[in-house]
């Protein structure tokens, strides 16, 4: 094992919540290191499959109420009231943020409430990925202060007593130690184990497990948010809900007529109203329509009044769909699909992003932050802004009153005995090796679309468990250790924890339906996810 540079600040991750954090961190450290499973840019929200990517802004003095209504209304008591708080009171002021990193936002003209919400507020949008990335490069790669690690898995935190002292990463067959004082974890959500998910494959839970293992705590991953998307023509193509407005009927494949569209009175009403949200939510009487939707897809067709409509949301998609990505819904079959999108839980933090564990920070999908059963519309980029800010400013207090002199005291030696140690630790249950690296990927990236979509029940939850668990089996940590086999130990963790989440949560609550507990219940409570001895522990915390 290496060790390549001691930093004051490492952070691990390149999307927005990653970049806006580096950004940050550049201004006021000396040594920054910046280290990323792919390449920088690699987060969900640069996935290009979209027309634009929107950001809820406060609008005014008058709006904080109105917005904090809307975050709480959705929430469904399982949200986080005062990063909620925080949020509202910084997220008009940080938009800037965006441009510090490469993006041009600009605000939208029409005054459509974004998803979920009731109020209609400002809503900045960004898109033209390709271009924003090539700015990022070029402010990042410049800095003489940051240092970049691209390709690199994050494997375990290494502490020193109560406080993080670095992090050990894989990059292909070689393993490298890079020592900091702070970690702030970027590392995004889980929904890169689905087949069917509109996320780049590498971000992917693994965050998730390691900051749990270096002490930290889970909440609400059970709430992950689907959101049809193409099969057909064009497959990971998000598709635009405001155009079921104009639906006239959804077939099976076989073309089955599966639901009446809006030229029935009695369906007619569904429509609307599924045309106002993206995700999958429990909360609304149009759930009959995402029920209804198999894993295999379903055809929507259309009115030819669809084209008519000159509202900027509707040009903006269509012409976004016809030009770049060569779909005409009037002229094109189209098969749709659920696809995870989102993730509203991850590691608990406060309004500072800290996460309990002294000199962890955790910013962005990865982490806990507003959301609740739901996820608003134009929430999550504005998160990463609003916790990747918060994180740096704090964690410059965390360093200037702590006191560093015995850093130097940590030998590479102590690092790697108990690294191996760890590692013997989690492939003491190696049984035989039957399977490669990709097969595994394969096998659970199906596992976990048809057992923990839309539709779940404790027979799908325990059939994907059972299954995990047999995979395990056949597949040997510790003979595929250079092939990156911890990954793949830390990606199944990370699918058991959100797994072992839904089968405690015996409700139907905002993105998370049980078809065998379709309700949701009287007492509302969190689940908090831990780990000791590398096995999960679930606790209910009643709110």
């Given at each position: 094992?290496?060790?390549?540079?001691?930093?004051?600040?490492?952070?691990?991750?390149?999307?927005?919540?990653?970049?806006?954090?580096?950004?940050?961190?550049?201004?006021?450290?000396?040594?920054?290191?910046?280290?990323?499973?792919?390449?920088?840019?690699?987060?969900?929200?640069?996935?290009?499959?979209?027309?634009?990517?929107?950001?809820?802004?406060?609008?005014?003095?008058?709006?904080?109420?109105?917005?904090?209504?809307?975050?709480?209304?959705?929430?469904?008591?399982?949200?986080?009231?005062?990063?909620?708080?925080?949020?509202?009171?910084?997220?008009?002021?940080?938009?800037?943020?965006?441009?510090?990193?490469?993006?041009?936002?600009?605000?939208?003209?029409?005054?459509?409430?974004?998803?979920?919400?009731?109020?209609?507020?400002?809503?900045?949008?960004?898109?033209?990925?390709?271009?924003?990335?090539?700015?990022?490069?070029?402010?990042?790669?410049?800095?003489?202060?940051?240092?970049?690690?691209?390709?690199?898995?994050?494997?375990?935190?290494?502490?020193?007593?109560?406080?993080?002292?670095?992090?050990?990463?894989?990059?292909?067959?070689?393993?490298?130690?890079?020592?900091?004082?702070?970690?702030?974890?970027?590392?995004?959500?889980?929904?890169?184990?689905?087949?069917?998910?509109?996320?780049?494959?590498?971000?992917?839970?693994?965050?998730?497990?390691?900051?749990?293992?270096?002490?930290?705590?889970?909440?609400?991953?059970?709430?992950?948010?689907?959101?049809?998307?193409?099969?057909?023509?064009?497959?990971?193509?998000?598709?635009?809900?405001?155009?079921?407005?104009?639906?006239?009927?959804?077939?099976?494949?076989?073309?089955?007529?599966?639901?009446?569209?809006?030229?029935?009175?009695?369906?007619?009403?569904?429509?609307?109203?599924?045309?106002?949200?993206?995700?999958?939510?429990?909360?609304?009487?149009?759930?009959?329509?995402?029920?209804?939707?198999?894993?295999?897809?379903?055809?929507?067709?259309?009115?030819?009044?669809?084209?008519?409509?000159?509202?900027?949301?509707?040009?903006?998609?269509?012409?976004?769909?016809?030009?770049?990505?060569?779909?005409?819904?009037?002229?094109?079959?189209?098969?749709?699909?659920?696809?995870?999108?989102?993730?509203?839980?991850?590691?608990?933090?406060?309004?500072?992003?800290?996460?309990?564990?002294?000199?962890?920070?955790?910013?962005?999908?990865?982490?806990?932050?507003?959301?609740?059963?739901?996820?608003?519309?134009?929430?999550?980029?504005?998160?990463?802004?609003?916790?990747?800010?918060?994180?740096?400013?704090?964690?410059?207090?965390?360093?200037?009153?702590?006191?560093?002199?015995?850093?130097?005291?940590?030998?590479?030696?102590?690092?790697?005995?108990?690294?191996?140690?760890?590692?013997?630790?989690?492939?003491?249950?190696?049984?035989?090796?039957?399977?490669?690296?990709?097969?595994?990927?394969?096998?659970?990236?199906?596992?976990?679309?048809?057992?923990?979509?839309?539709?779940?029940?404790?027979?799908?939850?325990?059939?994907?468990?059972?299954?995990?668990?047999?995979?395990?089996?056949?597949?040997?940590?510790?003979?595929?250790?250079?092939?990156?086999?911890?990954?793949?130990?830390?990606?199944?963790?990370?699918?058991?924890?959100?797994?072992?989440?839904?089968?405690?949560?015996?409700?139907?609550?905002g993105a998370h339906y049980r078809e065998d507990f379709k309700y949701s219940s009287d007492k509302v409570y969190k689940l908090q996810v831990k780990r000791e001895n590398n096995k999960i522990i679930i606790n209910k915390i009643y709110v």
């Open positions: 094992m290496n060790i390549y540079n001691e930093s004051d600040v490492l952070i691990v991750g390149a999307g927005i919540a990653g970049l806006t954090a580096a950004e940050r961190a550049m201004k006021i450290f000396k040594k920054v290191c910046l280290v990323t499973t792919g390449k920088i840019c690699g987060g969900a929200s640069y996935f290009p499959l979209k027309a634009t990517l929107g950001i809820q802004v406060t609008k005014d003095k008058n709006d904080h109420d109105k917005y904090y209504e809307d975050i709480i209304n959705m929430g469904n008591g399982v949200e986080n009231p005062e990063l909620i708080k925080t949020y509202i009171s910084n997220i008009k002021k940080d938009i800037y943020l965006l441009k510090r990193i490469g993006f041009k936002p600009w605000l939208r003209k029409d005054s459509r409430p974004a998803c979920f919400a009731k109020y209609s507020r400002n809503v900045f949008l960004i898109n033209n990925w390709n271009d924003a990335r090539s700015r990022a490069k070029k402010i990042f790669r410049k800095n003489k202060r940051l240092k970049i690690f691209e390709e690199s898995t994050l494997l375990r935190i290494i502490k020193d007593g109560d406080r993080v002292a670095g992090a050990v990463f894989q990059n292909k067959d070689k393993f490298f130690f890079i020592k900091s004082k702070v970690i702030i974890l970027a590392t995004g959500g889980i929904a890169g184990n689905y087949k069917n998910s509109l996320y780049p494959k590498n971000i992917n839970g693994v965050g998730n497990v390691v900051a749990l293992d270096a002490g930290a705590v889970a909440q609400n991953m059970e709430f992950v948010q689907f959101i049809p998307a193409y099969l057909k023509p064009k497959y990971n193509v998000l598709f635009g809900e405001h155009t079921l407005k104009y639906c006239i009927g959804m077939y099976n494949t076989e073309n089955k007529l599966l639901l009446d569209g809006i030229e029935n009175e009695e369906t007619k009403k569904l429509w609307i109203e599924r045309s106002d949200y993206a995700p999958f939510s429990n909360d609304f009487e149009s759930k009959e329509i995402d029920l209804k939707i198999p894993f295999e897809g379903v055809k929507v067709k259309y009115s030819e009044d669809l084209y008519k409509d000159k509202e900027e949301f509707y040009t903006v998609y269509l012409n976004w769909l016809k030009k770049d990505i060569g779909i005409d819904l009037l002229k094109d079959e189209t098969v749709i699909t659920h696809f995870a999108h989102s993730c509203n839980g991850g590691i608990k933090i406060d309004s500072n992003a800290f996460t309990g564990v002294k000199g962890l920070y955790a910013v962005g999908e990865l982490s806990s932050a507003i959301e609740g059963a739901n996820r608003l519309g134009g929430n999550s980029v504005g998160g990463a802004l609003v916790f990747g800010n918060n994180a740096v400013k704090n964690a410059f207090e965390y360093i200037k009153n702590n006191n560093f002199d015995d850093f130097d005291n940590i030998q590479l030696n102590d690092i790697e005995k108990e690294f191996n140690n760890w590692i013997n630790e989690i492939s003491k249950d190696d049984k035989e090796n039957n399977l490669t690296r990709n097969e595994v990927l394969i096998n659970i990236r199906n596992l976990v679309s048809e057992n923990l979509s839309v539709v779940r029940s404790r027979e799908k939850i325990e059939t994907l468990i059972n299954k995990l668990d047999d995979i395990r089996s056949n597949y040997s940590i510790k003979e595929n250790i250079k092939e990156g086999s911890i990954e793949i130990y830390l990606i199944i963790e990370s699918i058991k924890i959100m797994a072992l989440s839904m089968l405690e949560r015996e409700e139907s609550r």
